[in-house]
């Protein structure tokens, strides 16, 4: 760790102009190490910016310098042609707009210029270095990674993280999972740029977003995460003037009257399975409309409160997002239940006993549905119960295919009929079958739904997304 942190310091120095991006959305963790990162390199002379795609929740906002957070972050906009002038002189250049086309004629003195002698480029970046911090993978970045891929390939990426599904996607990469939050992993950081620099970096700011990063991510030192260094380091920081009634104040100690009727909403709407020590609670777009609370409301109910479930292994807390996706937090009382490995199987990840992810879903009630019955899977295979939803699920086929067969028998022409139900196929990892008859009137599917197909001029199209397998039979 100690040459890791060595290989960062030197990177730093090389640098001038430096990109800070945490992952969305952003906590106390990912604001306060971009933050306490963005006091240090301005201590040090370097240009640099923090970019985050998601409004800042206003439990945090009382952090210092929230302000130089940018929603946005500029890129060149420069496409360039270069022309390789080494064997002929350019004579002139005309540029012609044929309706949609933008013509550039080119001429040599002597002779032709050819393809050989035009290349293509994009204009240089202003960033010369970007840290991710508390980034699982670059995904986590949001639009800021899917809009600029290319970007994270041609500038060096610093990756400094804890999380325990981090795949390593930096040049280098300061992953600790043994440490409780990102902020934890800097202490020792900004004291190696301490040294090089020699310069004294910490202050009550910084030690104030460090610290901010240790208490949210730990629950204010309740989270199995909690180790004997997150103490030493909480100690240290408060030694340097950390404000820590400050962070528990608004983090643990405002809430909004639309925080606590949302919080409502989510007790209500809690589900209890005995047999699968699984407890969970949704939250769907009329909850979040109807109580006027934020989408970032939700952030600590699922600690404070469902946690206490007695006899519970894992709690999930469903939420409808904005962006046509079902965004779950995962929690495990014990560390003998790994939740990364759940949220994993929907496109996600985190630490054993605290995951999220996010699933694309056109009905976010039918993906509750499905995703409830894959961790009951999970659960049923982990303490050997019997699965018997696996076995209901396997009779309603058998009865859907049965039905299907009568239909046939008994109406056998179905041919101009109006389509009026929208056909469904299942989802993915578990090998299905569905069956269709030659009218697509009935679809049987052997699990939860998770995409529809609208049957047009007997043509049935499917949105087909990767990671799902999609079998019919003939
Ligand atoms: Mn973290």
Same mark, same amino acid.
């Given at each position: 760790m100690e040459k890791v942190r060595k290989q960062i310091v030197e990177m730093v120095k090389r640098s001038k102009s430096i990109l800070l991006m945490p992952s969305a959305p952003v906590d106390g963790d990912s604001l306060g190490s971009s933050l306490a990162l963005y006091l240090v390199f301005k201590k040090l002379g370097k240009q640099v910016t923090v970019v985050c795609a998601d409004p800042v929740p206003d439990s945090f906002q009382f952090l210092p310098t929230t302000k130089v957070i940018s929603h946005d972050f500029s890129l060149s906009n420069d496409f360039i042609v270069t022309l390789d002038c080494a064997k002929s002189k350019l004579k002139t250049i005309e540029t012609k707009l044929e309706h949609d086309k933008f013509n550039i004629i080119i001429t040599a003195k002597a002779g032709q210029f050819t393809d050989k002698d035009v290349s293509f480029h994009h204009g240089p970046s202003k960033y010369d270095l970007i840290i991710t911090v508390d980034t699982g993978d670059l995904s986590q970045l949001g639009r800021f990674y899917e809009d600029n891929p290319e970007l994270f390939t041609s500038i060096p990426v610093v990756n400094i993280d804890h999380h325990a599904s981090n795949d390593f996607f930096g040049k280098i990469n300061y992953v600790?999972?043994? +440490? +409780?939050s990102t902020t934890e992993l800097l202490i020792p950081l900004i004291h190696d740029f301490e040294k090089d620099s020699e310069l004294e970096l910490m202050d009550e700011d910084i030690a104030t977003l460090l610290l901010a990063g240790i208490i949210t991510d730990t629950g204010s030192f309740q989270n199995a995460n909690t180790t004997p260094r997150s103490f030493a380091a909480s100690a240290l920081l408060v030694k340097h003037g950390a404000r820590q009634q400050e962070i528990i104040h608004h983090v643990f100690k405002t809430k909004h009257l639309s925080t606590l009727k949302l919080w409502g909403r989510i007790l209500s709407h809690i589900k209890v399975d005995q047999q699968h020590k699984f407890v969970w609670s949704t939250i769907s777009r009329k909850d979040f409309d109807e109580t006027r609370a934020r989408d970032d409301e939700t952030g600590g109910i699922i600690d404070e *409160? *469902? $946690?206490?479930?007695?006899? $519970?292994?894992i709690v999930l807390l469903l939420k409808e997002r904005t962006d046509g996706m079902a965004g779950g937090s995962l929690r495990s009382t014990t560390p003998a239940v790994d939740v990364s490995q759940i949220a994993e199987m929907f496109g996600g990840g985190g630490h054993v006993q605290a995951s999220g992810f996010k699933f694309p879903c056109d009905n976010f009630e039918e993906a509750a549905k499905m995703i409830v019955e894959k961790i009951r899977e999970f659960q049923a295979k982990r303490l050997g119960v019997s699965a018997n939803f696996q076995e209901n699920i396997e009779n309603e086929t058998k009865k859907i295919a049965k039905k299907s067969q009568q239909k046939e028998q008994n109406e056998p022409s179905n041919e101009g009929k109006e389509e009026k139900t929208e056909k469904r196929v299942s989802s993915k990892t578990v090998t299905k079958s569905v069956s269709k008859d030659k009218n697509m009137e009935e679809t049987s599917f052997t699990e939860t739904v998770v995409k529809k197909a609208k049957p047009k001029d007997n043509v049935t199209t499917f949105e087909l997304e990767p990671g799902f397998t999609y079998k019919f039979e003939d």
């Open positions: 600790d999972v043994m +440490s +409780s *409160l *469902l $946690t206490n479930a007695p006899g $519970t292994e």
